[in-house]
């Protein structure tokens, strides 16, 4: 074959074997897109027995059944000098329908605070969290939590709250 020949030939050939493979492309169905949501919530309850607390927290699913928050808590006695104030990451599981959230997650946290009013605390520990929400609008849940934080000095409390984001 002549050398003026292969270069018409060569062009041709890569312009074929494109147009096919984009040709190809256009049966490819559409992926689902994966869910993302993304929500913040605010918490009030007791916590280790005696302290009144509130929880701000900001979260995001990002599949089907992972979800990731990061949280600040703090609380304190209402009569009393103990106080604690933590921050972490938590990772863990749920469960969603239209109208109900479910999740467990745990984590790593910082906590510190003045315990039995004269000892200062400071440790990294383990957050745990379980909750359930019910979702009643577009951008609004209730929720319920079981939270608790395993250090020296562990602690556990439940907590109602209202969660405000992209929740359907």
């Known amino acids: 074959m002549k050398k003026q020949h292969l270069v018409p030939l060569l062009l ?36 280790g027995g005696n302290m009144a607390v509130m929880e701000c927290s900001l979260s995001a699913q990002f599949s089907r059944k992972g979800y990731a928050s990061v949280y600040w808590l703090g609380g304190s006695e209402p009569f009393g000098n ?12 749920c469960f969603r329908t239209r109208s109900t959230f479910t999740g467990a997650a745990a984590g790593l946290g910082i906590a510190s605070g003045w315990i039995r009013s004269s000892q200062w605390q400071q440790g990294v520990g383990v957050p745990l969290k379980l909750e359930g929400s019910l979702i009643v609008g577009r951008s609004v849940a209730f929720s ?25």
């Open 82 to 93: 103990d106080s604690v104030n933590e921050y972490g990451f938590m990772v863990g599981r």
């Open 144 to 168: 319920m939590q079981f939270h608790a934080f395993i250090w020296k000095r562990s602690s556990a409390g439940v907590s109602l709250g209202i969660q405000l984001g992209k929740m359907r």
């Open 12 to 47: 041709l050939l890569t312009a074929a074997f494109t147009a096919a493979g984009l040709w190809a492309q256009t049966f490819i169905p559409e992926q689902a897109k994966k869910p993302f949501y993304l929500w913040g919530g605010v918490q009030i309850g007791a916590y």
